[in-house]
């Protein structure tokens, strides 16, 4: 083929691009791309998209398997790096066309994405009555502001993060603030389906009226024109996951009972407590679903990460119950949250709050009202000084003493982690006072009989 053949074919790919920028509400940018790089090379599938920054070292392009090829997209923002990959049959060969054709659309695909993220028609803000990411920490701040450009891209997001982090939440606004939030939302739990039942609760089952077979839509056609939140997918069984890595590659499904597929402009967003890394090293989950789900990745920290964001937090539950109960914390309750190592993250505090909610005995929460184990904690650093009748610097150097040994009694650590000088740490560690009459009325929490490990338990 000569090159003016060439220009022409990719004509039709600009012109189908400048189209859709006219008439943006018919279909996103990329995926009009996308569609007609697949139609011009009789490719299986091509996406464009983002690389995180993580994985960037390890790129060499272009790269080849047998049933795809990766070609680098150059991008305006140095820190991002983007690709277009092309699947295609196995045993097709690519003649010096393709290659050439492909590495002029990448050219054209850094444009596209350039474009895209530009004028995405998304949504502003959160919709009325939605629910919001609540916390202020750095941490939040940044998973916020990562969930809003997410939210502009069509890419596939694998979201990490512990038990009761917010992980849901995350995929959930990740849908609302796109330009799918008209859509629907399917959430699936991979660890809650059978084995068996899985392929057809995702991919739909034909209709076989002979065998008396129903046939219904599978979640992926649910979520058509919106989002799939495929949670917690580190459980699918590895034949589940060879289908869903198919049907991500395709935008395709195969509903069970037939073999021809049904395109889905469907949006996946997946969530794992079990880093996928890990499980791919270890043979439980197949490395080429693990890197295309991963293609942009979400951390949602854990709660003992980010304490600061635990009063905001428990207010906000709190407010969630006014109309039941008006209830406030206490300052001793609040001291106990915030020393407390949430395993069971932001869920355990929601549930905490309810339970206050229903138990407290006041108009608000003491340290008494929380369960043993939050109360434990704070009361085990506490109650020895205030019995002892402690001053603060007795207390101070109690503490010192205690962060001093845990840094490995390395006194230039430990000064950096209590944020003291070198000196006031020295003074701290070689202070010693002799205990003094506790003469005041203590709190019921620091009583002899309701010390630790005579505590009458809940
Ligand atoms: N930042 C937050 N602001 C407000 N509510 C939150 C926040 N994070 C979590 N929650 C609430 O905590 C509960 C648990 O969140 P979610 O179900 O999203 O966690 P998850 O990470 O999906 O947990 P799991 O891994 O157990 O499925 C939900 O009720 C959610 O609304
Ligand atoms: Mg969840």
């Known amino acids: 083929m ?3 053949a060439k220009t022409t074919d990719l004509r039709q790919v600009v012109a189908a691009v400048s189209a859709a920028l006219t008439y943006p509400a018919v279909e996103e940018l990329p995926g009009v791309f996308e569609r007609q790089v697949q139609q011009l090379l ?3 599938a091509v996406r464009l998209r983002e690389i995180p920054a993580r994985y960037q070292a390890r790129l060499v392009t272009p790269t080849r398997t047998p049933e795809s090829i990766v070609v680098g997209v150059p991008t305006a923002d140095p820190g991002v790096q983007a690709v277009l990959e092309a699947s295609f049959d196995r045993g097709r060969t690519l003649d010096e066309r393709d290659f050439e054709l492909l590495t002029a659309a990448a050219q054209l695909g850094g444009l596209v994405l350039e474009a895209a993220r530009r004028w ?7 919709p009325p009555g939605a629910s919001p990411l609540v916390g202020s920490s750095p941490r939040m701040a940044a998973l916020r502001d990562h969930v809003a450009r997410v939210a502009q891209t069509d890419f596939t997001v694998l979201i990490e993060g512990e038990s009761g982090t917010g992980k849901e939440l995350v995929a959930r606004q990740i849908h609302e603030l796109s330009r799918r939030w008209k859509g629907p939302f399917v959430a699936v739990n991979c660890a809650a389906v059978v084995e068996t039942l899985l392929e057809a609760e995702l991919f739909g089952i034909e209709e ?3 065998t008396g077979v129903r046939g219904r839509r599978g979640k992926f056609e649910y979520a058509d024109g919106g989002t799939l939140f495929l949670d917690e997918v580190s459980d699918l069984a590895l034949s589940a996951q060879a289908k869903l890595l198919r049907a991500i590659q395709d935008l395709a499904v195969e509903r069970v009972g037939t073999t021809g597929t049904r395109r889905v402009n469907t949006r996946i967003v997946a969530a794992t407590n079990r880093p996928l890394a890990g499980l791919v090293e270890g ?7 693990f890197y295309r789900l991963s293609g942009v990745d979400l951390y949602v920290p854990a709660l003992r990460e980010r304490r600061e964001d635990i009063p905001e937090l428990a207010a906000h539950f709190l407010e969630h119950h006014r109309a039941t109960r008006p209830l406030a914390l206490s300052d001793g309750a609040l001291d106990a949250l915030r020393v407390y190592d949430w395993p069971g993250n932001v869920r355990e505090l929601e549930r905490l709050i309810e339970r206050a909610v229903a138990l407290a005995g006041g108009h608000q929460i003491d340290l008494d009202d929380l369960p043993p184990q939050v109360r434990g904690q704070h009361r085990d650093v506490l109650v020895p000084s205030i019995a002892a009748g402690d001053s603060m610097r007795a207390w101070a150097s109690r503490y010192a003493r205690l962060v001093f040994e845990r840094c490995g009694r390395n006194k ?3 000064a950096r982690q209590l944020e003291i000088s070198y000196h006031t740490l020295d003074a701290y560690l070689r202070f010693t006072e002799a205990p003094r009459a506790v003469n005041r009325r203590l709190p019921r929490w620091v009583r002899p009989d309701e010390a630790p490990g005579r505590s009458s338990g809940e």
């Open 2 to 4: 000569n090159s003016d």
């Open 42 to 44: 009789s490719m299986r």
């Open 120 to 126: 995405s028609p998304a949504r502003p803000a959160l």
């Open 208 to 210: 076989r009226t002979a």
């Open 283 to 289: 043979g439980l989950f197949r490395a080429d679903l």
């Open 412 to 414: 230039k650590v430990a």
